[in-house]
């Protein structure tokens, strides 16, 4: 994959990538796992070194499903432009604050 730098096409979703970490309160690590990439990988993408990649950007799409059934996804308008709010829709009067959602991710396994 070529560089992708701080002004590159994928700039902004490499920033939300950090962002959606940063929101979990989860480390390089536990994302990386969850996503099923190496550290390595991660941090490459959100140092601008890489472009993100499919399995990274599906794999956020889905971290939902390994925070429980009830979680919110992130939202894909949000992840792809920066529009809107991170997390999508969820279902009706579970989950409310990020609270919840960054309880849930300290769940996900250790490396």
Do not use: C, Y
Request: aromatic residues 6%.
């Amino acid at each position: 994959m070529s560089p992708a730098g701080p002004n590159g096409e994928f700039a902004g979703i490499a920033s939300r990538v950090k962002e959606v970490r940063s929101a979990l309160e989860l480390t390089q690590e536990q994302l990386a796992t969850a996503l099923g990439v190496s550290r390595d990988h991660l941090s490459n993408i959100e140092a601008f070194r890489i472009e993100v990649s499919v399995k990274v950007i599906a794999g956020l799409l889905r971290l939902h499903h390994l925070l429980g059934p009830l979680a919110r996804p992130v939202d894909p308008h949000w992840l792809f432009f920066g529009d809107g709010q991170m997390f999508g829709k969820r279902p009706k009067g579970v989950w409310d604050d990020a609270e919840t959602m960054r309880a849930a991710a300290r769940k996900l396994p250790s490396v």
